[in-house]
């Protein structure tokens, strides 16, 4: 007599379209250990190949547009995504197929963190490519998540200084159609990392300490990453963002004994599996 099989339980799933990290620390990889350590299934469409580590960008083979389209479609006609998120698309025309694909898809939840320069400064997003980024994808959004750099880039205009110029920054954004915007702090000064999330609840401030740490390779990725597997879980924005945050703070904090990499290592995606005690 063999027991019976468990009854299947729906999981969540999040859907990443984004670059391939060949260090493994930002990018598709870093979102799928992100979805990993919230419980959630990750699913991927990858747009670009880069050859990379901790030290920078050496290559970069965006993938056709054409072929990212076929890996949306093959994964939105067989799995329940609940959530998705996009970083780096490389070009233009990667980002109209990405909006195209989407707008003929059922809506859900949809994070865009608008990559346009990796940690090391090399260049991941086309100078071109920003217009169709504002033009065709942020009206899609539920949540954007750019940090203070390239909030100035899609606005045209000067990094905020402060936090006034932030929710204005931000405010500014949300005219572009996306639902809201979440301008993260973590190029700013002082003792604290506060990101501003303007939606049209109006304007909520998250504040963690600042960690001065060089593993910070990938915390963009992971930080939209985190707030996309929450949002496929059914937790509403704001305490996605919060927790999502806090998350990345930790894995901030526990980078600094990863020991990977001669440059900007990562952050530690996976800190709470490596706290659990040995099997016996």
């Known amino acids: 007599m063999t027991a019976a099989e468990p009854a299947a339980v729906p999981t969540a799933i999040a859907l990443t379209i984004a670059g391939s990290d060949s260090s493994g620390g930002a990018g598709i990889q870093a979102d799928l250990k992100t979805f990993s350590a919230f419980g959630v299934y990750g699913a991927s469409a990858i747009t670009a190949l880069t050859a990379q580590n901790t030290c920078g960008v050496q290559g970069i083979e965006a993938v056709s547009p054409a072929f990212v389209a076929q890996q949306l479609r093959s994964v939105l006609s067989d799995l329940a995504v609940g959530a998705i998120k996009t970083g780096m698309l490389a070009n233009a025309d990667i980002v ?25 400064g090399d260049v991941l997003l086309a100078p071109e490519a920003v217009t169709a980024v504002k033009r065709e994808l942020l009206p899609l959004a539920s949540l954007i998540t750019p940090n203070l750099p390239e909030a100035a880039i899609l606005l045209g205009t000067e990094m905020a200084a402060s936090e006034e110029a932030m929710v204005r ?10 639902h809201a915007v979440l301008i993260k702090g973590g190029h700013g000064v002082g003792d604290a990392a506060i990101d501003i999330l303007v939606s049209a609840s109006g304007v909520e401030r998250f504040q963690r300490p600042r960690l001065a740490t060089p593993h910070s390779h990938g915390t963009g990725c992971t930080l939209s990453a985190a707030i996309a597997a929450l949002l496929a879980q059914g937790v509403a924005l704001a305490p996605a963002v919060e927790r999502a945050k806090v998350y990345v703070w930790q894995g901030l904090l526990h980078g600094r004994g990863l020991g990977v990499g001669q440059g900007r290592g990562p952050v530690d995606h996976l800190f709470a599996v490596r706290r659990m005690p040995p099997p016996a």
């Open 96 to 120: 109209m197929t990405v909006a195209e694909v989407l707008r003929s898809a059922p809506p859900r939840p949809f994070v865009v963190d608008p990559v346009m320069v990796a940690t090391s």
């Open 169 to 178: 920054q931000a405010e500014l954004l949300r005219t572009t159609g996306c």
